[in-house]
């Protein structure tokens, strides 16, 4: 509409266009490609974007690990009693610094907040945002009665699990970070 304005209506309201029928379509012409070519844009654009935010390959993950010196384990705090996903914490903490790594295994409540164990000063949404901003692998377990295990890219390395898979001691978390090796 930007473009209509600022060409074809104020050269045609200043009197400065031949308008026969042949000028007028390829004028038409004209705003239908722009106008599909803005489409076509916005589509891609919008597309993109939601597959930076898709489901990634587990492997991506596993790969980040390696690479990594540090880990984080985010754990909602309404897990923070809850003993068989405790256990599959544990179990994955074991795990992870048995290749030499650091894990932190962090409790985070459900407005996204924390506290960084490795600088008490960090606090509240400042952990989190710090955690991303790490580009570190993270781990965040949430709680929910069906199993998840979603790895998305777009912050970072994230994993997002819930349900059955990370409970236990041998919780498959474990399983995938034996892959690591």
């Given amino acids: 509409m930007i473009i209509y304005f600022l060409t074809y209506h104020n050269l045609n309201k200043k009197k400065k266009l031949n308008l026969n029928p042949n000028a007028r379509r390829a004028w038409m012409i004209l705003f239908a490609v722009i106008f599909i070519l803005i489409l076509v844009y916005g589509f891609m654009t919008y597309s993109y974007a939601q597959a930076a935010n898709n489901f990634l ?18 754990v909602n705090s ?7 996903t405790q256990q599959c914490v544990a179990a994955l903490t074991a795990t992870i610094k ?13 407005a996204g907040t924390c506290t960084l164990p490795y600088n008490k000063s960090i606090q509240g949404t400042a952990c989190i945002n710090a955690i991303y901003a790490s580009n570190k692998p993270t781990i ?27 409970q236990g001691s041998s919780c498959q978390l474990v399983g995938l970070a034996r892959v690591v090796s």
């Fill in 98 to 110: 048995s290749y030499n790594k650091t894990v932190y295994a962090i409790n985070m409540n459900s």
């Fill in 57 to 74: 390959p587990v492997s991506g993950f596993i790969n980040s690990i390696r690479s990594s010196s540090t880990t984080f384990i985010l």
């Fill in 78 to 84: 309404s897990l923070a009693n809850d003993t068989p």
């Fill in 140 to 166: 965040i377990i949430n709680p929910g009665t069906n199993s998840s295990i979603t790895y998305k890219g777009l912050y970072g390395d994230t994993l997002y699990v819930s349900g059955p898979v990370a």
